[in-house]
């Protein structure tokens, strides 16, 4: 019986020396020691494990990866799966790497193909043989899933305080500019006279939405996967649980196949990352408008714009248009990851290792995009002249003038088609509502008044649209009041 097994395990009586030999032939200097070499007589083709060797962008999970590794030496000891003297070292030893890493000191190498097996080699290397007893119970399925999972955990959090940042600014760009006027637009028609604050805020309510849903990728990822092994459990006595508890994490996943392969948790992410874009991109386009001749509502910092190279008058708002731009970018992020998990068989396939390329880009273009967005807001100077000549010199108050009458007992249809006629007169004569005479409204309707004067102000137009959630100085100061409070309940001080 022993016989037989030393001849399965060397293939041929004679094949020890021979593969051996094979052996030191074919592989290259750091590829001979491949943590899953065991199976393979030849070394992994050098193009073929750059292709698909994932080290250059996961290496960015190293502290993840090791905090996962030490959580999970940890249980094994408690367990008694392995001995805690071999559980301290392996900690220790991680710590080590750890330290090195973050200073400088580690050599990543693609040979080794992703992060956790260039920290688990380096760390045998350096343990010896307690180093190879960390990966019992555990594969790099469920490792990378738990790295990832604790990952987005900390960059959520990371993505929320940005908002919050955001959001802070938009509400004192509000308070600073709260009696400014300027049309608000339909169509991007001129359509009713609002507070320019009250537009603001209105982002304010947007990111509110944004943060709500990172709220939700991060339950999603606040799920531990560790102890689903390649795709089906362990055969080791191990105590999910235990892991769950050292990384703080709020439940565990309760099927092994789920584990390793759900990624809802990374579309949710790119999902909620996509419709903040749209939102800063939304106000980018805003922006970059408000900043044109044609509107000249806003100036931006000089230190926020560059110049041309050409034009020497230019000063250009590259951040909105940059950020309008990486929009794409990452609503592309998020249509590869539905893309790269559509009609995926269960449970792990490399594809999914596709994964994180997108994922961290897009993270760090949001990260980037909202701290930017905060000093473009802070830094941007608002032309209240030129938004009050926009509402005075225009009909935006013609709705007014229907509201007026209604007021007065006229059905509003009529009331619209009065005001109506009264806006056709004043553009064939080249004027504006507020320059007709009382007699010459008169014309239009008996029920016109010296009062009809004040009721076209844009402040009267203003303060008047005070139904919940209007643009009337008390509804604009409600909705500050109530965005401050909410700033305070999220642990910012504003
Ligand atoms: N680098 C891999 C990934 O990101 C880790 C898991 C590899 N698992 C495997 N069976 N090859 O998905």
């Not at 309008?324 to 995926?344: C, D, E, N, P, Y």
Request: one cysteine or more; hydrophobic letters at 40%.
């Amino acid at each position: 019986m022993n016989n037989k097994i030393n001849q399965l395990q060397s293939g041929t009586p004679n094949a020890a020396t021979n593969s051996e030999q094979r052996e030191s032939e074919s592989r290259q200097p750091g590829q001979a020691s491949r943590l899953w070499g065991g199976r393979f007589e030849k070394s992994t083709d050098e193009m073929i494990n750059e292709f698909q060797a994932s080290i250059n962008f996961d290496k960015r999970m190293y502290r993840e990866d090791i905090e996962g590794s030490q959580a999970h030496a940890k249980m094994l000891a408690a367990q008694k799966i392995i001995s805690d003297d071999d559980a301290e070292k392996i900690c220790a030893g991680l710590q080590k790497i750890l330290s090195d890493i973050d200073a400088g000191k580690f050599d990543f190498s693609v040979a080794l193909e992703d992060i956790h097996m260039n920290v688990e080699k380096v760390l045998t290397d350096a343990i010896g043989e307690a180093g190879g007893r960390l990966h019992t119970a555990r594969s790099r399925n469920d490792q990378v899933a738990l790295d990832t999972h604790l990952y987005m955990r900390r960059q959520v959090r990371e993505v929320q305080r940005l908002i919050l940042n955001l959001q802070t600014e938009l509400v004192k760009a509000a308070e600073k500019n709260r009696d400014v006027i300027f049309p608000g637009y339909t169509h991007l028609q001129r359509a009713q006279p609002i507070l320019f604050a009250h537009h603001l805020l209105a982002y304010f309510s947007m990111l509110q939405r944004d943060f709500a849903r990172f709220d939700g990728v991060y339950q999603r990822a606040d799920l531990m996967p560790l102890g689903a092994g390649a795709l089906a459990g362990t055969t080791f006595p191990i105590d999910r649980n235990f892991v769950a508890r050292e990384l703080n994490f709020g439940a565990i996943y309760s099927n092994s196949l789920d584990a390793v392969s759900d990624r809802d948790y990374l579309l949710e992410f790119l999902s909620a990352a996509s419709i903040l874009m749209v939102h800063l991109s939304r106000l980018s386009e805003e922006i970059i408008l408000w900043c044109s001749r044609e509107f000249s509502f806003i100036e931006l910092d000089d230190a926020h714009c560059t110049g041309s190279s050409m034009m020497p008058q230019k000063k250009n708002p590259d951040v909105p248009e940059l950020v309008r731009g990486k929009t794409g970018r990452v609503v592309g992020h998020l249509t590869a990851l539905l893309m790269t998990v559509k009609a995926l068989p269960l449970a792990y396939n490399k594809d999914l290792q596709e994964d994180k390329e997108g994922v961290f880009d897009a993270l760090d273009t949001v990260k980037f995009s909202l701290a930017v967005f905060a000093q473009i807001v802070a830094g941007m100077k608002v032309r209240r002249e030129n938004m009050r000549r926009a509402v005075e010199e225009d009909f935006s108050n013609a709705t007014d003038v229907a509201d007026y009458l209604v007021k007065k007992n006229l059905p509003f249809r009529q009331a619209h088609e009065v005001s109506g006629k009264l806006v056709h007169a004043c553009i064939a004569h080249g004027i504006y509502l507020k320059d007709l005479t009382l007699e010459e409204f008169k014309e239009f309707s008996p029920l016109f008044d010296v009062d009809i004067f004040d009721a076209i102000k844009p402040e009267t137009c203003v303060a008047a649209r005070n139904s919940l959630g209007g643009t009337s100085y008390e509804q604009v100061d409600a909705q500050i009041s109530a965005a401050k409070d909410w700033l305070t309940n999220h642990g910012n001080d504003n």
